[in-house]
């Protein structure tokens, strides 16, 4: 099984600066790597697909970057919509799909 | 629009069984794979089953054994079937679409139903 672990845990950020969140599997996944957004309250929503790929309708300031082990997700300029958990998943070695223990971006 | 609707939560014993229902709507139902992804309350997302558009499954290895997924795709409806249940399998229920059929990830969610499991 592929283990994906998420760094840090949880980030304060102030509204309008840049966040930057680390998410590492345990072995390569390639670029087989997804990133979803969560609210509370609601369902999580896809947000970045094969490691880079803006999925439909996700603002411009949402970029993922990496591959094999390594990978990030960068919020080029928070807004006040933006704070919430953030989880990566791995799709390249299943099953099981898994997927990491999230990232809080708090308001600072 | 794409729709995805939980149905059939709700509190049971250890040892019980529920079934869950996710009906759909807004897309060619058949031709996409569908999962069920749990949450424990105040936890992170743990993926648990898919089932392909043909009929193919696979399942985590928690609930292996005791979870069957299936789908009718004439009523565009999945289903979770899930047997002895156990305290740990408390959690929402959501179902979810997949990307294409078979890529495993997930581009839209419902909203999900409760299951809790408590005496």
């Known amino acids: 099984e592929i283990v994906v672990t998420q760094s840090p845990a949880a980030l304060s950020v102030s509204p309008g600066e840049r966040a930057t969140l680390s998410c590492r599997a345990s072995?390569?996944?390639?670029?087989?790597l997804a990133w979803y957004q969560q609210k509370p309250g609601q369902p999580p929503r896809l947000l970045i697909y094969?490691?880079?790929t803006r999925a439909t309708g996700i603002p411009a300031r949402f970029s993922g970057s990496g591959s094999g082990t390594e990978f990030t997700l960068t919020i080029s300029s928070l807004q006040s919509e933006d704070f919430a958990v953030y989880y990566c998943?791995?799709?390249?070695?299943?099953?099981?799909?898994?997927f990491g223990g999230g990232t809080k971006v708090e308001i600072k | 629009e794409v729709q995805l609707v939980e149905s059939g939560g709700g509190l049971v014993q250890p040892g019980g069984s529920l079934r869950l229902s996710c009906a759909a709507s807004g897309f060619t139902f058949g031709s996409y794979a569908m999962s069920w992804v749990r949450q424990a309350p105040g936890k992170g997302l743990e993926w648990i089953s898919i089932?392909?558009?043909?009929?193919?499954?696979n399942y985590a290895g928690s609930v292996k054994g005791r979870f069957t997924i299936s789908r009718d795709n004439s009523e565009n409806t999945m289903y979770l079937q899930m047997n002895n249940l156990r305290v740990e399998d408390t959690a929402v229920y959501y179902c979810?679409?997949?990307?294409?059929?078979?890529?495993?990830?997930?581009?839209?969610w419902g909203l999900g139903t409760l299951v809790t499991v408590s005496s």
């Open positions: 089932i392909s558009g043909g009929g193919s499954t």
């Open positions: 998943q791995q799709y390249s070695n299943w099953p099981p799909v898994t």
């Open positions: 979810a679409k997949d990307w294409a059929n078979w890529n495993a990830y997930f581009d839209f």
């Open positions: 094969g490691a880079s």
């Open positions: 072995q390569s996944v390639s670029t087989n």
